[in-house]
């Protein structure tokens, strides 16, 4: 995430909105952020696509740029076998 605002710092510094420059810019960096966070969340998976999940729902608050990066984790998520979900839950009850 850090690399995130110093990619924005960087990408916007002495340009100011509203200018045809500073919107190129600021798009591309939200594209380049967004997938960073895309990454993130593959890597790490588990409430980081959920995390991101919700992200790319979210069209009303968030830049297009990152919903639409984002949505890949709502259609193409990684998914678990019914056995492997019924070991996790009886292993962390205790059952096995």
Do not use: W
């Not at 510094?13 to 952020?33: F, M």
């Not at 979210?58 to 990152?66: A, S, V």
């Amino acid at each position: 995430v850090g690399n995130i605002v110093v990619d924005y710092k960087s990408s916007l510094r002495g340009l100011y909105d509203p200018s045809e420059e500073y919107n190129v810019a600021i798009k591309q960096c939200h594209k380049r952020s967004a997938l960073r966070l895309l990454d993130l969340a593959c890597a790490n998976g588990g409430v980081f696509i959920k995390v991101g999940q919700h992200l790319s729902a979210m069209e009303y608050l968030i830049p297009e740029e990152y919903t639409s990066t984002l949505s890949v984790l709502t259609s193409k998520a990684p998914e678990a076998t019914y056995d492997d979900v019924i070991y996790v839950v009886e292993s962390q009850l205790g059952k096995k």
